[in-house]
């Protein structure tokens, strides 16, 4: 077809200012533009019938109660053709959509709900009968058996997968298949996966109205969660004049705690999976080589290869062999522990396994894992006993594609792995990291495994290009992913009291804009102490995003609003004391410690910043009282150390301030700013040299960037002890440039 989508653009318009007799004009305009094709499921000639008959009962002042529904049924019917008719011409450019649409209905095949829902049935009831049968029959009909079954779920997969829009009764009857006990789970979950993709390409209401009632009444919780994730990326907030019943069922839903729970839960799921190709890029560059250098293994042409132990090496360096286990172990739980916070680690190595003929099929991307699949049983059946893989598979912490792709790769690589590790796994000796079957059927865990199946999908799959992909970095550091910063920001009173929660992690994972969007959207009913600490804190960090704010909201401010809602919230307390502080606000900073300190006495930290502010204030006797005490409880705190050395510089008492410098520049937690107070504490006691040499160490530490005059900013310290702007010129002359 010479067709193009942006050209049904003004029936587009028509529709989206609900007006009917514009989209008929605009659809009679594009049809005899393009006049091979036609409205599917509906002729124009019906609507425009219809319409016509409708508006001659309102002209003649006939008062129909159903006058509403049946003009909004009118612009769903127009709605339903100008989608129809993109989504053809979008199947149409692409040679595999129009191979996977033409291929399935080509089939003699009954296409019918009855009669896919009867093969679904019937493979249930065939897998029970097999039991009843031999063990040696039982393998070779449960081969045939399940090879057969996952041919006709792949076709049906990429039926339902370039289907156009459904009728009322083909969703409600694909409602009753996919809640019901009688048909398997693997299939269900399949067929899931199938509408999501179906609906996120070109939205349909029966479709999208399918995956929200199976996520509230599915009572399989892994059918359960990957409807959730359907519906939540296949809904379009800009069709709600044209199906208000979309707004209305998301705000049913919205009325259970537990689905703004797992929402939440699902959007900070989102965030970690776009993280996936940063965190890879992470364990290559830091942990990898590590684990590379320390192993006593090498990969060979020939297969993996054990490095044998340098007996020199043994004599010579006896400590070695353990400190090298001690990185591979540091290393492992590095790795682990990014796992435990959500990310993806493992999609950097099983990104380079997705070329195996299995993923030639669709559906095989989004199959759940099972033993039984046709591509992998042979392979599961050669190495049936081998416990480390039994184990990775019952228990490992892979999503289903990358067990696939394990399983594959496994086979191709075992015989040459080295024959004592070979019998170490088969023993079920050698282990990674599993995850405890309690948790593994936990609503989180299922759903952090489809996404990492979908983010596989939408990043790697070769025809990705022709699909919506709610992953597309292109659309921002987000893609279409951050649903609260847009698609349901409109629920303000249902989840408000769960945006901050994802703003926390939007800030952790520097995602700093969308954290503004996503801040800028509370109502004021909502902008509460919280909401005031979290923008405070963002413009201490980030100052230059204090447009999406207004000029007169700072970080100071922010926080004297949230005292003003809330005048105990300690973390208010805490960024307005830092606030006043960078402000050279110090005896206000100093009030604000003080209360801080009457809702935590012994918070180490509230004591130390104290200090800090009578220093500033040239308290030296009351702060190095607080000091010494610090100093007593921990001795080893660096940061107490460091603040105590300078009130001893301050308050004149170099020889012991001068004893701290020297402890501190043995320790690990030495800083470059250690160095430049050290240089003024030799510098008020005459040693012109060591103070120099001190300022030229901290000028040469990485990081440290000075204007030439640094010194003058401790111009008041050095004038009270005799040093003037001469000698402070002087003393820059020493100093290397």
């Given at each position: 077809?010479?067709?193009?989508?942006?050209?049904?653009?003004?029936?587009?318009?028509?529709?989206?200012?609900?007006?009917?007799?514009?989209?008929?004009?605009?659809?009679?305009?594009?049809?005899?533009?393009?006049?091979?094709?036609?409205?599917?499921?509906?002729?124009?000639?019906?609507?425009?019938?219809?319409?016509?008959?409708?508006?001659?009962?309102?002209?003649?002042?006939?008062?129909?109660?159903?006058?509403?529904?049946?003009?909004?049924?009118?612009?769903?019917?127009?709605?339903?053709?100008?989608?129809?008719?993109?989504?053809?011409?979008?199947?149409?450019?692409?040679?595999?959509?129009?191979?996977?649409?033409?291929?399935?209905?080509?089939?003699?095949?009954?296409?019918?709900?009855?009669?896919?829902?009867?093969?679904?049935?019937?493979?249930?009831?065939?897998?029970?009968?097999?039991?009843?049968?031999?063990?040696?029959?039982?393998?070779?009909?449960?081969?045939?058996?399940?090879?057969?079954?996952?041919?006709?779920?792949?076709?049906?997969?990429?039926?339902?997968?370039?289907?156009?829009?459904?009728?009322?009764?083909?969703?409600?009857?694909?409602?009753?298949?996919?809640?019901?006990?009688?048909?398997?789970?693997?299939?269900?979950?399949?067929l899931v996966a199938a509408i999501m993709l179906s609906a996120m390409n070109h939205f349909d209401m029966v479709k999208f109205r399918v995956l929200a009632i199976v996520y509230r009444h599915?009572?399989?919780?892994?059918?359960?969660?990957?409807?959730?994730?359907?519906?939540?990326?296949?809904?379009?907030?800009?069709?709600?004049?044209?199906?208000?019943?979309?707004?209305?069922?998301?705000?049913?839903?919205?009325?259970?705690?537990?689905?703004?729970?797992?929402?939440?839960?699902?959007?900070?799921?989102?965030?970690?999976?776009?993280?996936?190709?940063?965190?890879?890029?992470?364990?290559?560059?830091?942990?990898?080589?590590?684990?590379?250098?320390?192993?006593?293994?090498?990969?060979?042409?020939?297969?993996?290869?054990?490095?044998?132990?340098?007996?020199?090496?043994?004599?010579?360096?006896?400590?070695?062999?353990?400190?090298?286990?001690?990185?591979?172990?540091?290393?492992?739980?590095?790795?682990?522990?990014?796992?435990?916070?959500?990310?993806?680690?493992?999609?950097?190595?099983?990104?380079?396994?997705?070329?195996?003929?299995?993923?030639?099929?669709?559906?095989?991307?989004?199959?759940?894992?099972?033993?039984?699949?046709?591509?992998?049983?042979?392979?599961?059946?050669?190495?049936?006993?081998?416990?480390?893989?039994?184990?990775?598979?019952?228990?490992?912490?892979?999503?289903?594609?990358?067990?696939?792709?394990?399983?594959?790769?496994?086979?191709?690589?075992?015989?040459?792995?080295?024959?004592?590790?070979?019998?170490?796994?088969?023993?079920?000796?050698?282990?990674?990291?599993?995850?405890?079957?309690?948790?593994?059927?936990?609503?989180?865990?299922?759903?952090?495994?489809?996404?990492?199946?979908?983010?596989?999908?939408?990043?790697?799959?070769?025809?990705?290009?022709?699909?919506?992909?709610?992953?597309?970095?292109?659309?921002?550091?987000?893609?279409?992913?951050?649903?609260?910063?847009?698609?349901?920001?409109?629920?303000?009173?249902?989840?408000?009291?769960?945006?901050?929660?994802?703003?926390?992690?939007?800030?952790?994972?520097?995602?700093?804009?969308?954290?503004?969007?996503?801040?800028?959207?509370?109502?004021?009913?909502?902008?509460?102490?919280?909401?005031?600490?979290?923008?405070?804190?963002?413009?201490?960090?980030?100052?230059?995003?204090?447009?999406?704010?207004?000029?007169?909201?700072?970080?100071?401010?922010?926080?004297?609003?949230?005292?003003?809602?809330?005048?105990?919230?300690?973390?208010?307390?805490?960024?307005?004391?830092?606030?006043?502080?960078?402000?050279?606000?110090?005896?206000?900073?100093?009030?604000?410690?003080?209360?801080?300190?009457?809702?935590?006495?012994?918070?180490?930290?509230?004591?130390?910043?104290?200090?800090?502010?009578?220093?500033?204030?040239?308290?030296?006797?009351?702060?190095?009282?607080?000091?010494?005490?610090?100093?007593?409880?921990?001795?080893?705190?660096?940061?107490?150390?460091?603040?105590?050395?300078?009130?001893?510089?301050?308050?004149?008492?170099?020889?012991?301030?001068?004893?701290?410098?020297?402890?501190?520049?043995?320790?690990?937690?030495?800083?470059?700013?250690?160095?430049?107070?050290?240089?003024?504490?030799?510098?008020?006691?005459?040693?012109?040299?060591?103070?120099?040499?001190?300022?030229?160490?901290?000028?040469?530490?990485?990081?440290?960037?000075?204007?030439?005059?640094?010194?003058?900013?401790?111009?008041?310290?050095?004038?009270?002890?005799?040093?003037?702007?001469?000698?402070?010129?002087?003393?820059?002359?020493?100093?290397?440039?």
């Amino acid at each position: 077809m010479a067709t193009d989508n942006e050209a049904l653009k003004y029936v587009d318009e028509a529709i989206a200012q609900s007006d009917v007799a514009k989209a008929i004009s605009e659809m009679e305009a594009y049809l005899t533009a393009y006049p091979e094709l036609r409205m599917p499921q509906d002729s124009l000639e019906e609507v425009k019938r219809d319409y016509a008959l409708m508006a001659d009962y309102w002209k003649r002042g006939y008062r129909d109660p159903q006058l509403e529904t049946l003009y909004r049924k009118l612009l769903q019917r127009l709605y339903v053709a100008s989608t129809d008719m993109k989504w053809a011409n979008t199947v149409s450019r692409s040679p595999f959509l129009t191979a996977l649409y033409r291929r399935v209905r080509q089939q003699r095949r009954d296409w019918s709900v009855d009669g896919i829902r009867s093969e679904m049935e019937g493979f249930v009831s065939e897998v029970a009968l097999l039991q009843l049968e031999p063990a040696h029959k039982r393998q070779a009909g449960s081969e045939a058996l399940y090879k057969a079954h996952q041919q006709r779920m792949n076709d049906l997969f990429d039926y339902v997968f370039t289907s156009r829009s459904w009728s009322e009764r083909v969703g409600l009857a694909f409602e009753e298949m996919l809640l019901s006990p009688t048909l398997d789970t693997n299939d269900q979950q399949l067929l899931v996966a199938a509408i999501m993709l179906s609906a996120m390409n070109h939205f349909d209401m029966v479709k999208f109205r399918v995956l929200a009632i199976v996520y509230r009444h599915s009572a399989d919780e892994a059918v359960r969660q990957r409807a959730l994730v359907g519906w939540v990326l296949a809904m379009d907030a800009s069709v709600d004049n044209v199906y208000p019943e979309q707004r209305a069922l998301i705000e049913e839903m919205l009325q259970q705690e537990d689905t703004c729970r797992e929402l939440t839960d699902l959007q900070k799921q989102l965030i970690y999976c776009l993280n996936a190709e940063r965190d890879t890029q992470k364990i290559q560059s830091e942990i990898m080589p590590d684990l590379l250098k320390n192993n006593s293994f090498r990969i060979t042409r020939n297969g993996i290869e054990e490095v044998e132990e340098d007996a020199m090496e043994n004599i010579l360096h006896p400590e070695a062999a353990e400190e090298k286990m001690e990185k591979v172990e540091a290393g492992f739980r590095k790795m682990m522990e990014m796992q435990k916070q959500g990310s993806d680690i493992y999609f950097g190595g099983f990104s380079q396994m997705k070329r195996f003929p299995f993923f030639n099929e669709t559906a095989n991307w989004l199959v759940p894992f099972y033993l039984a699949h046709p591509a992998i049983s042979p392979i599961v059946g050669k190495m049936n006993g081998n416990r480390f893989l039994e184990q990775m598979m019952a228990m490992g912490p892979f999503c289903n594609s990358d067990k696939y792709s394990f399983v594959i790769a496994f086979q191709q690589v075992v015989e040459r792995i080295p024959a004592h590790l070979r019998e170490m796994m088969e023993r079920g000796e050698a282990r990674m990291s599993e995850i405890e079957p309690e948790a593994m059927q936990t609503p989180a865990y299922i759903r952090r495994i489809y996404l990492q199946d979908l983010y596989r999908f939408f990043r790697i799959f070769p025809h990705r290009s022709v699909l919506r992909n709610p992953f597309d970095p292109n659309l921002g550091p987000l893609g279409e992913c951050c649903f609260f910063a847009g698609r349901l920001l409109s629920y303000q009173s249902a989840l408000a009291g769960y945006k901050d929660e994802v703003v926390r992690l939007l800030m952790k994972q520097g995602i700093v804009e969308e954290a503004c969007r996503l801040l800028r959207s509370y109502d004021e009913a909502h902008r509460t102490a919280d909401y005031y600490v979290l923008v405070g804190n963002l413009l201490v960090q980030h100052p230059q995003h204090q447009a999406y704010f207004g000029n007169a909201l700072t970080a100071r401010r922010c926080f004297e609003l949230a005292l003003q809602r809330d005048g105990q919230h300690q973390r208010a307390l805490q960024g307005y004391a830092r606030c006043l502080f960078a402000d050279s606000c110090y005896g206000q900073a100093l009030e604000v410690y003080d209360r801080l300190l009457q809702l935590q006495p012994d918070k180490r930290s509230f004591h130390l910043n104290k200090s800090v502010c009578l220093i500033n204030l040239q308290q030296y006797e009351e702060a190095l009282k607080i000091l010494y005490r610090l100093n007593y409880e921990a001795p080893d705190d660096d940061n107490v150390n460091r603040v105590m050395a300078w009130a001893l510089t301050c308050s004149g008492r170099l020889e012991q301030a001068e004893k701290k410098y020297s402890q501190m520049a043995a320790g690990e937690s030495h800083l470059a700013e250690d160095k430049l107070n050290e240089g003024y504490c030799h510098w008020l006691q005459g040693h012109i040299e060591a103070a120099a040499d001190c300022f030229n160490r901290y000028l040469a530490t990485e990081g440290v960037s000075e204007e030439r005059d640094f010194l003058f900013r401790e111009r008041e310290l050095l004038s009270s002890n005799g040093i003037t702007d001469t000698d402070i010129r002087l003393m820059t002359g020493l100093l290397q440039r």
